[in-house]
């Protein structure tokens, strides 16, 4: 049966697909303009808003993988992320197939993301945890009620080979590339977890192909190294051989800039992850699968040298 990444060719999308292989030679890659990740990989293009392209996606697939990434803004989430998971939960259990939904920690607000774990409260703090809140109660409903079986797969921040829509690449590899400063919001002293995009899709993978783990939510693999702002900082001066100097913007900064930079503006309200410490404890997964996740600074030194090829 076919396994299919809904939103294919993203950081994650693409990392899932390369798994895959793992369990199965039939992988399909949902997108608007999907491309192969590997060889034998099927290719099908669709509207992911539309709810009839959706059902003709997932149809004869037995595991759904929904890593879709919208355009990073609340009215585009507000409008689009409900109706997605309503849709993509209808077709998975009209077709018979499994949901394994890529999620962030949104949902979880203020205090909580000093320590999340899977238990951690869904208690949104921000518009956008909202919105993932409810994404998150629409699956969980549904697996309660409905027959669905799913599997909600948290991240924290994450980095890899594809740039975008990562924090850490953005303030700190892409300023030290341009032999500027690091940035980094709030404060560089407190703790800050970020997963690495191969674990993370191999993760999802393993989660996907492991029948005990449905019906749960799981926190993907991430280093377990309590690491700063400024130790984020320090390992890629070290791998580019750059200063390792870095410029907070602190939060008043970041609503003033966001009168000009949009994406300043939507990042706002998520400070609250930036001014405390912000630890992702995926023990669960890393005792459950005997897995040990790649060390923060090799993960950093393989980006780097990934990018340095290109």
Same mark, same amino acid.
């Given at each position: ?49 539309? +709810? ?20 990073? !803004? ?42 999340? !774990? ?103 693999? !991430? ?52 001014? +405390? ?10 005792? +459950? ?11 950093? +030194? ?9």
């Amino acid at each position: 049966m076919v396994q299919t990444i809904l939103g294919a060719g993203g950081a994650i999308g693409v990392e899932v697909a390369k798994a895959l292989t793992a369990y199965t030679s039939n992988i399909r890659l949902v997108a608007r303009n999907p491309k192969k990740v590997n060889d034998s990989d099927e290719l099908f293009i669709a509207d992911l808003t539309d +709810r009839q392209q959706i059902f003709k996606a997932v149809e004869g697939s037995s595991i759904v993988y929904l890593t879709v990434g919208f355009n990073y !803004t609340i009215k585009v989430w507000q409008n689009l992320w409900p109706p997605l998971a309503r849709n993509v939960v209808d077709a998975c259990i009209a077709h018979g197939a499994k949901l394994v939904f890529f999620d962030n920690i949104y949902a979880i607000g203020d205090d909580h993301v000093k320590h999340i !774990t899977e238990s951690s409260p869904i208690n949104p703090s921000s518009q956008k945890g909202q919105v993932r809140a409810e994404v998150d109660r629409i699956i969980l409903e549904a697996s309660e009620k409905n027959g669905l079986k799913a599997i909600i797969a948290r991240s924290p921040d994450f980095f890899g080979v594809i740039k975008d829509k990562s924090v850490l690449m953005n303030l700190i590899y892409e300023n030290l590339a341009k032999d500027k400063k690091a940035q980094w919001f709030c404060n560089a002293k407190v703790v800050h977890s970020c997963g690495y995009a191969p674990d993370l899709g191999k993760g999802t993978a393993m989660l996907g192909n492991t029948d005990d783990a449905f019906q749960q939510i799981w926190n993907l693999p !991430t280093d377990s190294e309590r690491i700063t702002g400024e130790g984020w900082v320090q390992l890629f001066a070290d791998v580019m051989k750059t200063g390792n100097k870095v410029q907070v913007l602190p939060a008043w900064g970041v609503k003033a800039l966001g009168l000009f930079v949009p994406i300043l503006r939507e990042m706002h309200e998520m400070l609250y992850q930036y001014d +405390r410490d912000y630890f992702f404890d995926s023990s669960k997964f890393n005792k +459950r699968f005997n897995y040990t996740p790649i060390p923060n600074a090799e993960a950093v +030194r393989q980006v780097v040298e990934a990018l340095k090829g290109k």
